[in-house]
């Protein structure tokens, strides 16, 4: 059998970041240490840095002191700002791109436009960029839906796919006299979802690894789904051998927060199999 792992499979360069910050933060900082929700959306590597003293909270009642700090999917400016007034010390491990998609967000609505904001109004990072006045819409179906505005600005979550955003984006066309496109879609999601498009029209079979609350994860399974058998997988237990039965070619890909080691991992079960 023949295992071949897509290409860019594993951290992307924001998760490698966020993780290079917070180690420093542990070794260097005093604690206690707070993030709100994970620091990325993988459970085996989670679980390493609350080891390592990182406490996940829910919200920031009660947390009087410490390190507080911002995950990769950035958090709304009021958050920060509450953080601030507690007089924790703050440090930011946004990824870069997603402070991108922000800052677009914010300015399009200081221009004035009525902000549109393609992606999962329950993922953090769209919950970073949204106000109380931004529509959110996940699918171009639901464009018929919203009114019509003279001045339209519409941004993406980083992880959405070009296909789905393009189709968002023209039918907003005829909702607006002006609408203004800010394709804030992350090159290296992008490119994953290429090379795991490739590897699905190619495989018997596809192992998509990676948290089950990782958005871009679960893309990665929707693309390779709409060509070959495809499994979304956390850990390794989870592989089911009957899925490998006169398979000739497996293919393995992985989301952003997933770990290079968990890759081989899953390759070498795959083969011994
Ligand atoms: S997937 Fe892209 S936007 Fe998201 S953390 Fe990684 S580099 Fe940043």
Excluded at 7 to 14: E, I, K, L, N
Excluded at 116 to 135: F, L, Q, T, W, Y
Excluded at 198 to 220: E, F, M, P, W, Y
Aim: proline share 4%; with cysteine.
């Amino acid at each position: 059998m023949k295992v071949i792992v897509a290409r860019g499979s594993g951290f992307c360069f924001g998760v490698k970041r966020a993780l290079e910050i917070v180690e420093k933060a542990l070794r260097e900082e005093r604690g206690p240490f707070y993030t709100l929700g994970p620091l990325i959306h993988n459970p085996q590597v989670v679980e390493k840095l609350s080891q390592k003293g990182l406490k996940i909270i829910d919200n920031l009642k009660g947390i009087k002191e410490g390190t507080f700090i911002i995950r990769s999917h950035g958090l709304p400016r009021a958050t920060i700002e509450l953080a601030r007034k507690k007089g924790l010390r703050i440090i930011d491990a946004t990824c870069p791109y997603v402070k991108r998609a922000q800052e677009r967000a914010r300015e399009l609505e200081a221009g004035g436009y009525q902000l549109v904001i393609v992606g999962d109004r329950d993922h953090p990072e769209v919950k970073s960029m949204a106000s109380e006045k931004s529509i959110i819409l996940q699918r171009p179906s639901q464009v018929e839906k919203i009114e019509s505005y003279p001045r339209m600005g519409v941004v993406a979550q980083t992880t959405q796919s070009l296909e789905n955003f393009k189709g968002v984006v023209k039918r907003l066309g005829k909702k607006a006299e002006e609408l203004k496109v800010c394709a804030t879609i992350c090159s290296a999601v992008s490119r994953q979802q290429r090379s795991t498009r490739k590897l699905a029209k190619q495989a018997d079979l596809v192992l998509i690894i990676g948290g089950r609350n990782s958005a871009n994860t679960k893309r990665l399974f929707q693309i390779s789904k709409g060509f070959t058998e495809t499994h979304h997988i956390e850990r390794l237990s989870e592989i089911d051998p009957s899925w490998l039965k006169n398979k000739k070619m497996v293919g393995i890909s992985a989301g952003a927060s997933t770990p290079k080691w968990l890759i081989n991992e899953v390759a070498r079960e795959v083969k011994g199999l």
